[in-house]
């Protein structure tokens, strides 16, 4: 059976609060958990109106207690904007807290833009070389191999299962050369996908932690009763991603009837960003499902869901589960 898992934005939806978004977190990720969900995942993201996970390491840790199973993590940090030190010590803590529970996905992407990098004290100059350098600045840090010269305290022995993270073949080929796990953002840029499945397992090479490639893709799944109902739902996130591309951030909106008909020339560039998804009945989800995994012989799928209605989501992901398990 292919592993499914869930990657929540935390998203704060019009009219709700930041308060009520991370309470809805929490029960999610109980909801998770009993229904067989192998991780629960939360990503950094910041100055982004309808989403509450920008302190990414508190907000696991607010999940953590609210469960005890299930594993928990950051799909992930955008590592660029961090000290590696400082990751060492939040996931050391979140270890500590939580042992044999805590995954650190690991991203080179800003998760801003220029304004909020500034005010985050950093640039999006990039340097090719910093972000490999920085993972293994961190792998040395939880090795507590002595190569840094500083002992992350917590931090150092913990263990914390990295992931890289990635849309492009960048971070496939970085994957590969390390003999780690990694995650493709399919459920939002699925352009590259197939290429950088290639890549990532025709380079693989074992480690340490990993003997062989083990991948994970990223999949949207809104599912309901009926096709309409679904349909209706997934709304809210369609709305939502129409809104970052057209460059307005917004909180998540509640559903419209008809809405991908009214989108006009959007419509196209919303069907190919969110073209790994499924929307619809069970039959419908299973059947998307089932393709997408042929396709990609993915060891994982990771979920994305943002609805409005918290109960609805709740159901879409007690119908996901059902479907995983029948695959």
């Known amino acids: ?69 299930i594993r928990i993590g950051a799909g992930g940090i955008m590592l660029p904007n961090h000290a590696p030190l400082v990751i060492a010590e939040q996931f050391g803590t979140l270890d500590a807290l939580f042992p044999g529970r805590v995954d650190l996905g690991l991203g080179r992407a ?3 833009d220029q304004r909020v990098a500034r005010a985050i004290r950093r640039t999006l100059e990039s340097d090719s070389n910093a972000f490999p350098q920085d993972v293994v600045e ?11 010269g500083i002992r992350a305290t917590p931090g150092a022995g913990a263990k914390v299962d990295l992931w890289i ?24 840029a699925p352009g590259l996908l197939d290429e950088a499945i290639d890549v990532y397992r025709r380079n693989f090479r074992p480690s340490a932690v990993l003997e062989k490639p083990y991948f994970m893709a990223g999949y949207n799944v809104f ?30 909106p509640p559903p419209v009837p008809g809405y991908l008909e009214s989108l006009g020339p959007h419509r196209a560039i919303l069907d190919q960003v969110l073209s790994a998804s499924a929307v619809g009945s069970p039959d419908t989800v299973r059947e998307k499902i089932a393709a997408f995994v042929k396709r990609t012989q993915a060891d994982e799928l990771i979920i994305g869901s943002a609805m409005f209605d918290h109960a609805a989501r709740r159901r879409s992901l007690e119908i996901t589960a059902e479907v995983m398990r029948s695959l």
Do not use: C, K
């Open 110 to 112: 800003p998760g801003s």
């Open 223 to 252: 599912a309901a009763d009926t096709d309409e109902e679904a349909e209706l739902l997934a709304s809210s996130q369609q709305q939502a991603f129409v809104a970052i591309r057209t460059g307005e951030g917004i909180q998540l």
């Open 1 to 69: 059976m292919t592993a499914y898992s869930l990657l929540d934005l935390v998203p704060i939806t019009q009219g709700g609060s930041a308060s009520q978004s991370l309470a809805n977190a929490a029960d999610l990720a109980r909801h998770a958990e009993s229904l067989g969900f192998t991780r629960y995942w939360v990503a950094e993201h910041h100055g982004m109106a309808g989403i509450a996970s920008a302190a990414t390491a508190v907000v696991i840790a607010h999940v953590g207690q609210a469960t005890s199973t």
């Open 138 to 148: 961190l792998q040395s840090y939880f090795a507590d191999d002595g190569r840094t």
């Open 165 to 188: 993270l990635g849309s492009s073949l960048f971070g496939a080929q970085l994957a590969a050369a390390l003999g780690l796990p990694y995650s493709f953002a399919s459920h939002f």
